[in-house]
């Protein structure tokens, strides 16, 4: 029999031995898998048990994950402690796979993984599967490699978005602001001609009430002028529309203040989240959610994996409902229902799907936050503030 089919045959028959260690495993795999199946924090937790020495003006986690990718083809102890970490992570997704018979099996899962956007415990579950399906892990890793790079695109650009809304909200801010003083000065030159006025007019009522002489008859007060009248009171209309005018400024101005804080929390939230060189970032990650579950509705597709990989890096589970755009409202309940919180972009999700969230997290008494873009930034923003303060809803917040 020729090698081709020798290698078919491996394909689709189950291996009767125990699953591939780590470094049974193609080295050439290694970085994919420790960088999509272990968060950053597990890597440094591995690093101070094994007491690892790192230089103090590199980056830290590249230095870490280097080392642990140099050390997973070895039959060592740092190998061994990775592969039973990777073991303890994805012991649901092994334990799915383990009853699958062909390589056509594993493809099926691997494609309802990449579906759902829960890749990395399927991914490292067939990759140690005892079944051979060399192709199939070829074609996970080409999708995985790829996948980093949008990843890596969509964090820049978020960023690159912020820093011209911010831009943006300074340029609006000085200019409503030089409104507001143009219109108050208009607004007491106003005040001072409606003053002046009311003066000629008192000094003229006077000088008509005057009389010539006790002797004399006193003379009626002659009327006023009716062009001085009618000025007099263009001017009190124009001083109201003023004063209309100077409010609704007022008004844009505190909404675009409070607009700007929002996307400076956002940001501030975004670097804390992407840049971990902090004292903090040493020995815990920014969040801790314990296990907690979240339901994201709406949103777009493109930042869904990596808002998935933020939450699992912070200890909690992210599903995800694209709010009726291929998947039925009809399913939102079952999602709600295996959820502890619910949070929603407000500008990518139908109005339908945001009454249906409110309405099933105040019947299931559960919170959510509505977030004020489907950005990254803004997910880490909003989930900060529901981890500081109760989440905003209508049920109390020991729910949360």
């Given at each position: 029999m020729?090698?081709?089919?020798?290698?078919?045959?491996?394909?689709?028959?189950?291996?009767?031995?125990?699953?591939?260690?780590?470094?049974?495993?193609?080295?050439?795999?290694?970085c994919?898998?420790?960088?999509?199946?272990?968060?950053?924090?597990?890597l440094?937790?591995l690093?101070?048990?094994?007491s690892?020495?790192?230089?103090?003006?590199?980056?830290?986690?590249?230095?870490?994950?280097?080392?642990?990718?140099?050390?997973?083809?070895?039959h060592?102890?740092?190998?061994?402690?990775?592969?039973k970490?990777?073991?303890?992570?994805?012991?649901?997704?092994?334990?799915?796979?383990?009853?699958?018979?062909?390589?056509?099996?594993?493809?099926e899962?691997?494609?309802?993984?990449?579906?759902?956007?829960?890749?990395?415990?399927?991914?490292?579950?067939i990759?140690?599967?005892?079944?051979?399906?060399?192709?199939?892990?070829?074609?996970?890793?080409a999708?995985?490699h790829?996948?980093?790079?949008?990843?890596?695109?969509?964090?820049r650009?978020?960023?690159?978005?912020?820093s011209?809304?911010?831009?943006?909200?300074a340029?609006?801010?000085?200019?409503?602001?030089?409104q507001?003083?143009?219109?108050h000065?208009?607004?007491d030159?106003?005040?001072?001609?409606?003053?002046?006025l009311?003066?000629?007019?008192?000094?003229?009522?006077?000088?008509?009430?005057?009389?010539?002489?006790?002797t004399?008859?006193r003379?009626?007060?002659?009327?006023?002028?009716?062009?001085?009248?009618?000025e007099?009171?263009?001017?009190?209309?124009?001083?109201?529309?003023?004063?209309?005018?100077i409010?609704?400024?007022n008004?844009?101005?505190?909404?675009?203040?409070e607009?700007?804080d929002?996307m400076?929390?956002?940001?501030?939230?975004?670097e804390?989240?992407?840049?971990?060189?902090?004292a903090?970032?040493?020995?815990?990650?920014?969040?801790?959610?314990?296990?907690?579950?979240?339901?994201?509705?709406?949103?777009?597709?493109?930042?869904?994996?990596?808002?998935?990989?933020?939450?699992?890096?912070?200890n909690?589970?992210?599903?995800?409902?694209?709010g009726?755009?291929?998947?039925?409202?009809?399913?939102?309940a079952?999602?709600?229902?295996?959820?502890?919180?619910?949070?929603?972009?407000?500008?990518?999700?139908?109005?339908?799907?945001?009454?249906?969230?409110?309405?099933?997290?105040?019947q299931?008494?559960?919170?959510?936050?509505p977030?004020?873009s489907?950005?990254?930034a803004?997910?880490?923003?909003?989930?900060?503030?529901?981890?500081e303060?109760?989440m905003?809803?209508t049920?109390?917040?020991?729910?949360?």
């Open positions: 020729c090698i081709a089919c020798d290698e078919k045959k491996l394909e689709t028959v189950l291996a009767t031995g125990r699953r591939r260690r780590l470094w049974e495993i193609n080295s050439g795999w290694h994919s898998i420790l960088g999509t199946c272990l968060t950053l924090s597990d440094r937790a690093g101070r048990k094994l690892l020495q790192v230089r103090a003006n590199h980056p830290k986690d590249y230095q870490y994950h280097g080392f642990f990718v140099q050390e997973a083809c070895k060592e102890r740092p190998a061994k402690l990775l592969n970490l990777l073991d303890k992570r994805h012991a649901a997704a092994i334990r799915k796979a383990k009853d699958t018979k062909s390589v056509e099996e594993l493809e899962l691997w494609q309802d993984a990449v579906e759902a956007g829960n890749i990395p415990g399927i991914y490292w579950a990759l140690s599967h005892p079944l051979e399906a060399r192709a199939l892990c070829d074609r996970m890793f999708e995985v790829m996948l980093s790079h949008l990843v890596g695109a969509s964090n650009a978020d960023i690159r978005r912020l011209a809304l911010e831009e943006q909200v340029a609006l801010e000085e200019k409503l602001a030089k507001h003083r143009r219109h000065q208009r607004l030159e106003k005040n001072q001609e409606i003053d002046c009311r003066a000629k007019l008192q000094a003229q009522s006077h000088l008509i009430e005057k009389n010539d002489g006790d004399e008859p003379q009626a007060p002659s009327p006023v002028p009716r062009d001085l009248t009618d007099l009171s263009e001017l009190e209309a124009t001083v109201t529309r003023y004063r209309t005018v409010q609704k400024q008004e844009e101005i505190e909404r675009l203040s607009q700007g929002a400076r929390h956002e940001n501030k939230s975004l804390c989240a992407l840049l971990r060189e902090n903090a970032s040493e020995t815990s990650s920014s969040f801790d959610l314990d296990g907690r579950c979240l339901l994201y509705v709406g949103g777009r597709q493109q930042t869904v994996h990596h808002l998935r990989a933020l939450v699992e890096e912070w909690g589970q992210l599903l995800h409902h694209d009726g755009i291929e998947r039925s409202l009809a399913g939102l079952r999602e709600v229902s295996k959820a502890d919180a619910v949070v929603f972009p407000t500008d990518c999700v139908s109005h339908s799907a945001a009454l249906k969230v409110k309405r099933l997290c105040c299931t008494m559960k919170p959510f936050v977030l004020r489907s950005g990254i803004s997910f880490i923003a909003g989930l900060r503030s529901g981890l303060a109760p905003q809803s049920v109390p917040p020991a729910t949360w």
